[in-house]
């Protein structure tokens, strides 16, 4: 069944303090993009009249359904991130993403960084970087900046807040 929210709009606030905060406004299923942008861009601007923070961000976000069955595994945690960052082609210019819950199985073993560095050699960990670097045939991610990736910069465990 489809969700009855699929898409939805993200407002992101920054304070004086640079904390962020944000709002979430719910669109009926079946609101088209063109559309959901232009309710975005309105809701944006009247936003920006009541509130004396920054605003940042503003995101459509659109759910998919996934059948997924795999429950969460005893000792699970969510702050324990596996944060992989790529280059692109441009100097400067990186990509980012976190793996919550890393497994301690995908860190490397030995030498100094050993408990911190992920292996990039263990077999599951090959796959999502190429999937990252590459993509899977049909897309693959870019920077921020709209730039194809071209290495992995580094590949880490790091405690988030969730």
Same mark, same amino acid.
């Given at each position: ?32 993009f ?12 009247? +936003?920006?009249?009541? !509130? #004396?923070?920054?605003?940042?961000? /503003? =995101? *459509?976000?659109? %759910?998919?359904?996934? $059948?997924?069955?795999?429950? +969460?595994?005893?000792? !699970? #945690?969510?702050?324990?991130?596996? /944060? =992989? *960052?790529a280059? %692109?082609?441009?100097? $400067? ?7 919550? !819950?890393l ?14 560095n992920?292996?990039q ?5 090959a ?14 991610p870019v ?20």
């Amino acid at each position: 069944m489809a969700d009855p929210h699929q898409l939805r709009i993200e407002l992101v606030y920054r304070d004086d303090s640079g904390r962020r905060g944000s709002g979430i406004s719910h669109l009926p299923y079946g609101t088209t993009f063109d559309v959901a942008k232009g309710f975005a861009l309105a809701l944006a601007r009247a +936003a920006e009249k009541i !509130s #004396d923070a920054q605003l940042v961000a /503003v =995101f *459509i976000k659109q %759910s998919i359904e996934m $059948d997924i069955t795999v429950p +969460a595994a005893l000792g !699970s #945690d969510v702050t324990r991130c596996g /944060v =992989f *960052i790529a280059e %692109s082609v441009v100097t $400067d210019d990186r990509y980012l993403i976190q793996i919550p !819950s890393l497994l301690s199985s995908k860190l490397e073993t030995g030498g100094p960084w050993a408990g911190i560095n992920i292996n990039q050699a263990d077999a599951d960990v090959a796959a999502l970087l190429s999937l990252i670097l590459t993509g899977d045939g049909t897309v693959a991610p870019v920077s921020a900046a709209l730039n194809d990736l071209a290495t992995t910069d580094a590949a880490y465990l790091e405690w988030r807040t969730p």
